[in-house]
């Protein structure tokens, strides 16, 4: 008798997602209304996507009225302050509870291929599945981005992007440099400061909102100008936003940038001018890329790392669409609020394209 084992045939969905973060949970809220066949596969051991990877002290620029996914609220927070992550992640948590989205995990997508049918194959470290269609929703937190810098092999110090930054618990009585201009970069100055001797470091001075814009009025003026067709808003999804501990840290006189350093040394860094100094630890806020490893058996990976699309559409692969990577995917569509349009946009389209 033959002892040779044979894989399990590959399960059929009219639609698989890869990832149920943010993006997959929006758009498993609008599939589930669709009559398709779905799978969400997720790559985390839990519910709440990138969320459960934050650092301690982060807490969304929105109130809870406007970090919502389409359908349900998320809660408001009983200190009336901005939610706080372990908030986000319970919510998106019992979001998927609620919605009772087809979500499996912890399964990890190792690949996607076409089919001479039109399907797609998808392999993964639990086995495989046949999709008529795939959405991309993987975001991008598992691709931290560090720039290079002369010198950088040569730092003996710590150096971390924030995707693994947790709390300032042990940075106490050392000289941390935080790059980045951006919001995460002003709450984490704001945090490490408390305890350690801080420089920033941007290319160009950070740009402030009003203390009294929060990121429900940004995202509403960006909104109107995007619609009206402007390709630069006045007021930026990028623009810091004054939250508590960023008021606190421009209080204790502790949120001034300088402009970056010219190469790293063995101990620290040397600035324009030529004028040393001793650092201990960078901490990287500078951004991510899109997390699309998966999609480069198809070809169609570019080498900025992004792939070409008409609004979600995949442009040369039919029935591949991608949500929640930035405004190359949608406006906004790399936040709460913003991902529902482009969800709602894409399954409509999905479905459309399975009808024909």
Request: glycine share 10%; proline share 6%; charged share 20%.
């Amino acid at each position: 008798m033959s002892s040779k084992v044979f894989d399990p045939p590959a399960r059929l969905v009219d639609v698989l997602v890869v990832g149920a973060g943010q993006s997959g949970l929006a758009l498993g809220y609008f599939l589930r209304r669709s009559g398709l066949s779905y799978v969400l596969l997720d790559a985390q051991q839990a519910p709440g996507g990138a969320w459960q990877h934050g650092w301690d002290s982060l807490r969304l620029f929105s109130p809870a009225s406007a970090s919502s996914l389409p359908g349900w609220m998320m809660p408001k927070p009983a200190d009336e302050q901005f939610p706080a992550r372990d908030a986000v992640v319970d919510y998106l948590r019992r979001y998927e509870q609620r919605y009772g989205l087809a979500v499996q995990r912890p399964v990890r997508v190792q690949s996607v291929t076409a089919l001479p049918n039109g399907e797609f194959m998808v392999i993964t470290d639990q086995g495989s599945w046949r999709a008529r269609a795939v959405v991309s929703a993987t975001g991008t937190w598992s691709q931290p981005f560090l720039p290079a810098y002369p010198g950088q092999g040569e730092f003996a110090g710590e150096q971390l992007h924030s995707a693994a930054y947790r709390s300032a618990v042990g940075f106490a009585g050392r000289h941390v440099l935080v790059v980045g201009a951006g919001n995460s970069a002003a709450q984490i100055l704001a945090d490490v400061s408390l305890v350690a001797r801080t420089t920033w470091v941007t290319e160009e001075e950070p740009r402030y909102l009003p203390d009294e814009v929060d990121g429900r009025v940004l995202f509403s003026q960006a909104t109107q100008r995007y619609l009206a067709g402007h390709s630069s808003p006045q007021a930026a999804l990028g623009d810091i936003v004054m939250v508590d501990s960023v008021k606190d840290a421009r209080s204790r006189g502790v949120l001034q940038s300088v402009r970056p350093f010219t190469r790293f040394t063995s101990k620290g860094v040397e600035w324009p001018g030529g004028r040393f100094e001793k650092v201990d630890t960078v901490i990287w806020c500078t951004g991510f890329r899109p997390a699309l490893s998966h999609l480069r058996s198809l070809g169609v990976v570019l080498p900025d790392g992004r792939v070409s699309t008409t609004g979600t559409r995949a442009t040369d692969v039919p029935g591949l669409w991608l949500v929640g990577y930035g405004s190359w995917t949608g406006f906004a569509s790399a936040t709460l609020i913003g991902v529902g349009r482009s969800a709602k946009a894409t399954v409509a389209e999905i479905q459309a394209y399975l009808q024909t």
